[in-house]
């Protein structure tokens, strides 16, 4: 359909959260999810990276995120649970913020359980950077963003610097 306008940070809508998907919506979301996707590959021509992308980064404030690695995921209403206790440290980037990088803590491993196009309920355990990748995604769904979750007032770069971050 079309690439969209990524909201970026600071844009109001991207604290907030998100309504459930209804089944009688899955039709009707069929235009944002195709957006979603040109939107995620658009970005990746210029920046050369992107695995996923949540509806409210393109102002549809639904509870829906698209996933592109090998092949397209829908997830729909998506809730994670699971979460280990054991995490781990990493640069986060967002499309949202696309010259700067947050380091943060996630959960190495979790589960993530959701509705697909079909409206049947799937479930996938994650674990490391798919486990990072959905934690990042859901956390868009309820209008948080990575640099909410920066480990201290030392936890932000700029892109261009990642050669000198640990």
Not at 78 to 99: A, I, K, N
Request: charged letters at 30%; proline letters at 4%.
């Amino acid at each position: 359909m079309a690439v969209r306008e990524v909201l970026l940070l600071g844009h109001p809508k991207l604290y907030e959260v998100c309504e459930p998907v209804r089944r009688d919506e899955v039709e009707s979301l069929e235009p944002a999810i195709q957006d979603l996707h040109d939107t995620l590959f658009d970005f990746r021509s210029k920046y050369g990276v992107g695995r996923a992308i949540a509806a409210p980064q393109i102002g549809v404030m639904k509870r829906l995120v698209y996933m592109y690695i090998s092949s397209p995921t829908v997830f729909f209403n998506p809730v994670l649970d699971q979460q280990s206790e054991e995490m781990f440290t990493m640069w986060d980037d967002c499309m949202c913020f696309p010259d700067l990088v947050v380091k943060v803590r996630r959960h190495k491993r979790c589960r993530i359980t959701f509705l697909d196009r079909a409206w049947q309920e799937q479930t996938m355990l994650l674990e490391d950077d798919l486990s990072e990748l959905l934690q990042h995604e859901c956390d868009h769904l309820d209008g948080v963003l990575a640099v909410s979750r920066a480990i201290d007032a030392e936890s932000f770069a700029l892109r261009s610097q990642m050669a000198f971050l640990d």
